[in-house]
């Protein structure tokens, strides 16, 4: 079992900028692939940023040059550095972690942290 808890949303301008953590605890060892998803009102969820064991990112369109995932190993953190931030970028924001299954990947999520931006 994994448990991930979020900090840093909140309110920012347009322009501005916010930066989400996520730790991990518990069998942080089998942690695979990291990344963040966000769903606004009305909108289907949608994937932002992943990153692998071994630094591979992947990122939504959205957002490519704009914001930056990482993550430190040492600390079971995954990060997500979001600049230049549009209303749109309004969201609950949520981490996932996902760890070898029997047969399958087990996904693990974090409780969601809200960013709102403002225009």
């Known amino acids: 079992q994994v448990q991930l808890v979020e900090s840093g949303g909140g309110s920012v301008q347009a322009g501005g900028s916010l930066r989400l953590s996520c730790a991990a605890s518990?069998?942080?060892?089998?942690?695979?692939?990291m990344g963040w998803y966000r769903q606004a009102p009305g909108k289907q969820r949608e994937l932002v940023a992943v990153?692998?064991?071994?630094?591979?990112?992947n990122y939504a369109d959205s957002v490519k040059g704009r914001f930056t995932i990482s993550r430190d190993n040492a600390k079971n953190t995954v990060y997500l550095q979001m600049n230049s931030l549009k209303p749109e970028d309004t969201a609950v924001y949520s981490c996932?972690?996902?760890?070898?299954?029997?047969?399958?990947?087990?996904?693990?999520w974090g409780q969601g942290t809200q960013v709102t931006v403002s225009s």
């Open positions: 518990g069998s942080t060892r089998s942690i695979n692939a």
């Open positions: 996932f972690a996902d760890t070898p299954g029997r047969g399958a990947t087990a996904r693990f």
């Open positions: 990153i692998s064991s071994g630094g591979d990112t």
